[in-house]
């Protein structure tokens, strides 16, 4: 599967612009490294065209989470499942963060490292508005996008010059907050057990 991965990178940097935008597509409903990596090489190859990457990341990552959509809401559960048969319990957790956080869980997953596809997929399957979903998945979306595209343009020499570090700590960064989602999905799934699990006694009490 990495090799697999790898040679896909390698073919959306080889193809420049098309490239980075079926990346930025094909990642927002399926599993692929995020487009993320290939915009930051090439911003930083090309800082000049720095904004013309982030538009074009961020009109193919809308039109992917669409897809992703359009995919759930036509497909359901049983689609959802052989797509992310190794990400199972996710959809659980997506669908605790939509009846609690509603279209705040979306805008969260599209500006962090939280699994977009899933949502993308998650949203159809909820039956979240279309249009509300690729509102939101292109202007926070295109927020992330742009963010890096116009610090690498203004420090991209700088960057250049201290690469392994800023690669170092945005490692880190990204660890942690991996870790901090884990922690509050299965808090909230901790809960959600003993809530069941107080219901079935008070039942079990009242039936005697």
């Known amino acids: 599967m990495h090799d697999i991965f790898l040679n896909l990178q390698n073919w959306f940097q080889a193809h420049g612009m098309l490239g980075l935008g079926l990346n930025a597509w094909l990642e927002s409903f399926l599993i692929l490294p995020p487009p993320d990596i290939l915009l930051i090489a090439m911003n930083i190859a090309q800082p000049q065209k720095a904004l013309q990457f982030a538009l074009v990341t961020s009109i193919g990552s809308a039109i992917g989470g669409l897809t992703g959509w359009t995919l759930g809401k036509i497909g359901g559960r049983p689609f959802f499942n052989w797509i992310f048969r190794k990400k199972k319990d996710l959809f659980k957790n997506v669908e605790d963060l939509y009846s609690k956080w509603g279209t705040i ?30 509102l939101i998945s292109l202007i926070c979306r295109g927020a992330r996008f742009f963010f890096i595209s116009i610090l690498l343009m203004i420090f991209g020499e700088a960057i250049k010059q201290n690469l392994k570090l800023i690669v170092l700590a945005g490692s880190i960064l990204l660890v942690i907050a991996y870790i901090f989602i884990f922690k509050f999905m299965k808090k909230n799934n901790t809960k959600k057990e003993e809530q069941i699990t107080e219901n079935s006694k008070e039942l079990e009490k009242s039936s005697v």
Not at 106 to 125: E, K
């Open 105 to 134: 869980a979306v805008v969260v997953a599209a500006m962090t490292p939280v699994p977009y596809n899933v949502f993308a997929w998650a949203s159809g399957i909820l039956n979240m508005n279309w249009f509300l979903f690729t």
